[in-house]
């Protein structure tokens, strides 16, 4: 155990160490501007925790407020009494927490653990956001899901309070619990016991974060008045689908859709398999991850508005996404195979063209009149995206991965460092 630490906190500080460095050199060269401090760390959503924590929860009908944001994280944020960067870096400890939880129950090796951490939406681990406790909470239900173990009434319990999660958590329990029923009796009730018992602590937690904001407002269940302010409001999706700024962002939300369609299709076809009789038994931290990925993918595109230049927009789906340990375990579970698999790939492709031409392959994205390209620009757009998430399916074989893993990774790397200092620089990323 004390070597894996050991080799943990070592790859860990050579990662934070080649951030550091190609942060400097971009910076040097101008290519970023800006470096962390209290004043550029403190964007978009850290005003509301902020309010949180100087005022309390409050609400007025029909105009954001900050009963949309759960309790966990400004609370905590308080009872420490740190800056912004200070509750940055206990957030960047959380993560790794996390991370390292991951790295200790699937065993990985130092390439693997190097591509994960190099995600470009991880950055959101970095500042004064939820996702790092939320990211903590997640691996605390992935270790206790995989290990049968206690952590995971923890994590659950952690999570509902940190994001409204309890809203898609308790279908997301069902079916990663109850998809292993057998004939056996005994093994049923316990799994029935197990699954009882994690929904009634995800409606706790809720009803918890609820009641926190009661003492404040003096009313419940305010988060589904103070979405409509939000446009999170339930509706028939517009096509083509978008985001904020539109092809500055459309690829990294985008990707975050595919994958969630991903999620979605594994889930129908575990569904299918289960109905016919025709399943075999699945670790259920599998069938939470990929669960998960489907449902909050689904929940994004039935509750996000239309942006101003037409569709629905599926403004932060990155981070929902990308910036958990269930995305994690799903990159994992790819990584694993050790080998491509030719009609897998088949269907990557073909699920990743349907995914790009439902976001206008086929025609016009605003802002790219940046791009020198005189012609089909946003057909060379969708190509290197697709280009970049096919590079993932290849890594699933030892071959490519050898030979492409340190150049990915160093690109990754540098997309994060972007990311980061865009939005240091108060430029929306999700």
């Known amino acids: 155990m004390q070597h894996r630490i050991t080799n943990y906190i070592k790859l860990v500080g050579i990662h934070f160490l080649i951030?550091?460095?190609?942060?400097?050199?971009?910076?040097?060269?101008?290519?970023i501007k800006g470096f962390p401090t209290n004043e550029t760390i403190s964007q978009w959503d850290v005003g509301w925790y902020k309010s949180i924590i100087k005022d309390g929860y409050s609400f007025i009908e029909?105009?954001?407020?900050?009963?949309?944001?759960?309790?966990?994280?400004p609370l905590f944020w308080k009872f420490t009494h740190l800056s912004p960067i200070g509750i940055s870096i206990v957030n960047l400890l959380c993560f790794y927490s996390g991370m390292f939880i991951l790295f200790k129950t699937f065993n990985l090796d130092a390439k693997k653990l190097l591509l994960l951490l190099s995600i470009p939406s991880l950055f959101f681990c970095y500042v004064p956001y939820t996702e790092s406790l939320f990211f903590l909470a997640g691996s605390f239900i992935i270790y206790g899901l995989k290990r049968n173990h206690w952590l995971v009434i923890l994590g659950v319990f952690l999570a509902c309070l940190t994001r409204s999660a309890s809203l898609i958590f308790i279908p997301i329990i069902l079916f990663s619990k109850l998809y292993n029923l057998t004939s056996e009796r005994e093994n049923n009730r316990k799994i029935i016991k197990e699954t009882v018992l994690l929904i009634l602590t995800a409606i706790i937690a809720t009803l918890l974060a609820q009641y926190i904001q009661y003492l404040y407002t003096g009313e419940f269940f305010t988060i589904f008045k103070a979405q409509k302010a939000w446009n999170r409001i339930i509706k028939i999706p517009t096509?083509?689908?978008?985001?904020?700024?539109?092809?500055?962002?459309?690829?990294?939300?985008?990707?975050?859709?595919?994958?969630?369609?991903?999620?979605?299709v594994l889930s129908v076809i575990l569904l299918i398999k289960k109905i016919k009789n025709k399943h075999k038994k699945i670790s259920s931290d599998y069938?939470?991850?990929?669960?998960?990925?489907?449902?909050?993918?689904?929940?994004?595109?039935?509750y996000s508005g239309?942006?101003?230049?037409?569709?629905?927009?599926?403004?932060?789906?990155?981070?929902?996404?990308?910036?958990?340990?269930?995305?994690?375990?799903?990159?994992?579970?790819?990584?694993?195979?050790n080998?491509?698999?030719?009609?897998?790939?088949?269907?990557?492709?073909?699920?990743?063209?349907?995914?790009?031409?439902?976001f206008h392959a086929t025609g016009y994205l605003h802002n790219l009149d940046r791009f020198v390209i005189s012609s089909a620009?946003?057909?060379?757009?969708?190509?290197?995206?697709?280009?970049?998430s096919l590079i993932y399916m290849l890594l699933?074989?030892?071959?490519?991965?050898?030979?492409?893993?340190?150049?990915?990774?160093?690109?990754?790397?540098?997309?994060?460092i972007f990311l980061f200092n865009s939005f240091l620089n108060g430029i929306w990323i999700g």
């Open 62 to 73: 029909n105009k954001q407020s900050n009963v949309a944001f759960f309790p966990l994280f």
């Open 396 to 416: 699933s074989n030892k071959k490519y991965l050898s030979l492409l893993w340190s150049g990915f990774y160093l690109l990754n790397i540098i997309i994060q």
């Open 339 to 358: 080998r491509l698999i030719k009609n897998q790939l088949i269907v990557f492709i073909t699920i990743s063209i349907i995914t790009w031409l439902m």
């Open 19 to 31: 951030f550091c460095i190609f942060y400097l050199i971009f910076s040097f060269f101008g290519f």
């Open 306 to 337: 239309e942006d101003a230049n037409g569709g629905t927009s599926l403004v932060s789906l990155n981070r929902y996404v990308f910036s958990t340990p269930f995305f994690m375990l799903f990159l994992i579970m790819l990584l694993k195979r």
């Open 239 to 264: 096509l083509y689908f978008t985001t904020w700024d539109e092809a500055r962002l459309i690829w990294l939300d985008g990707l975050a859709f595919l994958i969630g369609t991903l999620g979605i």
């Open 287 to 302: 069938l939470f991850s990929i669960s998960y990925l489907g449902l909050v993918t689904l929940v994004t595109v039935l």
């Open 377 to 388: 620009k946003t057909q060379i757009y969708f190509g290197i995206i697709i280009l970049y």
